[in-house]
T-cell receptor, first 116, second 114 residues
Framework: DAGVIQSPRHEVTEMGQEVTLRCKPI?????LFWYRQTMMRGLELLIY????????DSGMPEDRFSAKMPNASFSTLKIQPSEPRDSAVYFCASSLGGGYDTGELFFGEGSRLTVL | AQSVTQLGSHVSVSEGALVLLRCNYSSSVPPYLFWYVQYPNQGLQLLLKYTSAATLVKGINGFEAEFKKSETSFHLTKPSAHMSDAAEYFC????????????FGTGTQLKVEL
């Protein structure tokens, strides 16, 4: 079975440029999560969706960040304009969602972003 | 609200020695508890999970964890460390009742020395 698929795996860009990270969750999973991981702040939840609807975006650092989930099999995280402090590894994860969901997450391999 | 506290951001053991990574939880309802492992340059992988069945949970790679309600703990152990166990380990908690997000601890970096 295919796991959570993220692209690109690595992105190097210059300050001010737009960055778009992509995620394909596991088929049949109804919840999708975007996390950011840095040495300084550890693993931070940015936003999560349930049935394609954003449920909690309180972790999104500022208006430069936006996330969408146009359908059950695709999500994007966009940063515009990017800044050096956005450099991090961004993880997408999915879970079953719904009443039988234990909360177990399945993670992608991450997108490592470097903003120069 | 639920939370987890991982004691020790770095743990170092000798190869062949016991591994003990500590996790204490706080939850207003019976929790689901998880241990995840992250190897360098990879995403997090589930090691094991407690979902209110047996209190001693066995996971992959010889790891196990015991749910102790009286101590609000869910410590991760492995009898004999291997070099390949060097990684970062995260404890996490979610609520029973379904549809809830995980809350992660801050992680413990395990180093295994010869």
């Amino acid at each position: 079975d295919a796991g959570v698929i993220q692209s690109p795996r690595h992105e190097v860009t210059e300050m001010g440029q737009e960055v778009t990270l992509r995620c394909k969750p596991i088929s049949g999973h109804n919840s999708l999560f975007w996390y950011r991981q840095t040495m300084m702040r550890g693993l931070e939840l940015l936003i999560y969706f349930n049935n394609n609807v954003p449920i909690d975006d309180s972790g999104m650092p500022e208006d430069r960040f936006s996330a969408k989930m146009p359908n059950a099999s695709f999500s994007t995280l966009k940063i515009q304009p990017s800044e050096p402090r956005d450099s991090a590894v961004y993880f997408c994860a999915s879970s079953l969602g719904g009443g039988y969901d234990t909360g177990e997450l399945f993670f992608g391999e991450g997108s490592r972003l470097t903003v120069l | 609200a639920q939370s987890v506290t991982q004691l020790g951001s770095h743990v170092s053991v000798s190869e062949g020695a016991l591994v003990l990574l500590r996790c204490n939880y706080s939850s207003s309802v019976p929790p689901y508890l998880f241990w995840y492992v992250q190897y360098p340059n990879q995403g997090l992988q589930l090691l094991l999970k407690y979902t209110s069945a047996a209190t001693l949970v066995k996971g992959i790679n010889g790891f196990e964890a015991e749910f102790k309600k009286s101590e609000t703990s869910f410590h991760l152990t492995k009898p004999s460390a291997h070099m390949s166990d060097a990684a970062e380990y995260f404890c996490a908690v979610s609520r029973t009742g379904g549809g809830n997000k995980l809350t992660f601890g801050t992680g413990t970096q395990l180093k295994v020395e010869l």
